[in-house]
């Protein structure tokens, strides 16, 4: 279990192990960022051999934000590595999902303001040591915000991130695909629906055969047109 605990004066990232047994607590850790301010979870993940990654984001002394991921051994919780990462512009970074892969490499995204706007931003860290083995952040473009909402990972450690991108007018889906070695772009998808329509992703999902399901909700003004006159109906 991951969340939140106060501090005394902040809120700090708090992970505890259970035994499946029992439910007697195993281990628990606290992390608090470097400038002593609040940390929070977004998610966490295990590896094959039981070690839990979590990430979240913590507030620095200037008031902006950074993506902190934390690595903890399965057997006693201890801290194998903890890695931060500050985007280009240094301000708003946030992380919203993490995946383990196969060879416990830990992948993380979430987003960064750059520029006025937000570019969804994708991270891999190796499972030994969270060196990043690469590095990588998707623009729609001029005037867009992007946010990711989720991340899958298939069975060869390709990356799925999907989420939203914001033009003023419309939040369309977005999707993409990355390669497990290098992050290079495989492919990126758009959904737009109804022209006018918000929409958010919540879920990605990868079947064995490596298709992508992607859901989340999408306002879209014809079909609540169409329910009230349907409810006048009955």
Not at 107 to 135: C, H, P, Q, R
Request: charged share 20%; aromatic share 8%.
């Amino acid at each position: 279990m991951a969340g939140v605990a106060f501090s005394g004066k902040n809120v700090d990232f708090k992970t505890i192990k259970y035994a499946g047994t029992d439910g007697a607590v195993m281990w628990e850790r606290t992390f608090n960022g470097a400038d002593d301010r609040d940390d929070s979870v977004a998610a966490l993940a295990i590896d094959s051999s039981g070690n839990v990654v979590v990430t979240g984001t913590s507030v620095t002394a200037s008031g902006t934000r950074d993506i902190s991921t934390v690595k903890y051994a399965a057997s006693d919780g201890t801290t194998v590595w903890q890695r931060t990462y500050a985007g280009p512009s240094n301000a708003e970074d946030r992380a919203t999902s993490v995946a383990v892969d196969a060879a416990g490499d830990a992948v993380v995204t979430g987003y960064s303001f750059v520029g006025g706007g937000a570019t969804l931003i994708t991270l891999k860290y190796a499972a030994a040591d969270g060196a990043t083995s690469w590095e990588k952040a998707f623009s729609g473009g001029a005037g867009q915000t992007a946010k990711s909402g989720a991340l899958a990972l298939d069975a060869s450690g390709n990356a799925i991130v999907a989420g939203a991108l914001h033009d003023g007018a419309t939040t369309r889906y977005r999707t993409i695909k990355y390669a497990a070695a290098d992050g290079t772009q495989m492919w990126n998808r758009e959904f737009a629906g109804t022209a006018g329509a918000a929409s958010e992703v919540s879920a990605a999902a990868i079947d064995l055969t490596g298709n992508v399901v992607v859901a989340g909700a999408g306002a879209q003004q014809d079909q609540h047109h169409l329910g009230s006159r349907q409810v006048r109906r009955r």
